[in-house]
């Protein structure tokens, strides 16, 4: 579908889109909200300059370094979400692309959620097919890495990586038999042309995305962005009718800034077709919705019984 069609379909009446999208996801799904867990097994000192991260060694906020963690600390937070009926875990690391020490212990990080019974998906930067082979031998399933926002307002949010990049990872990872998350950020200044051409990019990736997570800015102090508008939540329940409607059978995730939604906000994204939560007390570095509010919000919708 070329830009103009999606174009069309993100500009209709709310209403209507709202209906199309919960239509498919009613047809495509069975109304479930996948719980998955984020954890940040190394944090900081990324040579990255993303404009949105914390953990950029080119800006100055609070983000303490920390190296990889223990595999046995790992192992008891795989245990505790377990617990909780997540699904999926997911782990981040923040590199530009990792080393090789650092991928075998992250080879064991898998190996660890794997023996568990739980799905597991990574996130380490840029990798090539060598790499992300080794991650499929070690048994990952998903390895999230994310486009951020258009290819035409890429380079006004990262200078230190092109567009083209995160597509030459994303196809390594599809070489190398590994579903796909991918998804981006709203609210980084872009416009709605921007957002438009950020979803047409997703449906032309190397690899279908099967899980794309889309994330509301969190503005960090410290970083470019601290001080950017905050988006209008009309456009991120667009956004997701949209990924919903051209992606029938993804797992579409609400992600970062969800704390920042109501439960009234948060229903009627999943209503439009967002079927993924990350669960805990905190995403890599931000905050994230109370664990106790997120069970009440799921009963009140009579979701994951």
């Given at each position: 579908m070329d830009h103009s069609a999606i174009a069309k379909i993100y500009k209709q009446q709310i209403f209507a889109l709202i209906n199309q999208a919960y239509h498919i996801h009613m047809e495509n799904s069975d109304l479930d909200i996948e719980l998955c867990q984020l954890i940040s097994v190394k944090t900081g000192g990324c040579p990255e300059d993303c404009g949105y991260c914390s953990q950029s060694n080119k800006y100055n906020t609070e983000i303490k370094l920390s190296p990889l963690m223990p595999a046995h600390e790992v192992e008891e937070l795989v245990i505790l979400a377990k617990g909780h009926k997540v699904k999926r875990m997911c782990l981040g690391a923040a590199y530009k692309s990792p080393n090789s020490k650092a991928l075998d212990k992250v080879c064991e990080y898998i190996d660890i959620i794997k023996r568990h019974g739980l799905e597991s998906c990574v996130t380490l930067g840029s990798l090539t097919l060598e790499q992300a082979k080794k991650l499929k031998n070690a048994g990952l399933d998903y390895y999230n890495h994310n486009i951020d926002t258009s290819p035409e307002y890429y380079d006004k949010v990262v200078t230190t990586r092109k567009f083209g990049d995160r597509v030459d990872t994303i196809n390594n990872v599809g070489k190398a038999g590994i579903k796909i998350c991918c998804g981006g950020i709203l609210g980084l200044g872009e416009s709605i042309d921007d957002r438009i051409s950020f979803i047409h990019a997703l449906t032309v990736l190397?690899?279908?995305?099967?899980?794309?997570?889309?994330n509301l800015l969190v503005p960090i102090p410290g970083t470019p962005l601290a001080d950017a508008k905050k988006l209008d939540k009309m456009e991120?329940?667009?956004?997701?009718?949209?990924?919903?409607?051209?992606?029938?059978?993804?797992?579409?995730?609400?992600?970062?800034?969800?704390?920042?939604?109501s439960e009234l906000e948060q229903s009627l994204c999943f209503m439009a077709g967002a079927n993924s939560i990350h669960y805990g007390d905190k995403l890599l570095t931000t905050p994230n919705n109370d664990q106790n509010e997120d069970k009440q919000l799921l009963s009140k919708l009579g979701v994951n019984d």
């Open positions: 190397p690899y279908k995305p099967e899980s794309i997570p889309i991120l329940v667009r956004t997701i009718a949209v990924v919903r409607i051209l992606f029938p059978g993804t797992r579409v995730r609400l992600t970062a800034g969800r704390s920042t939604l």
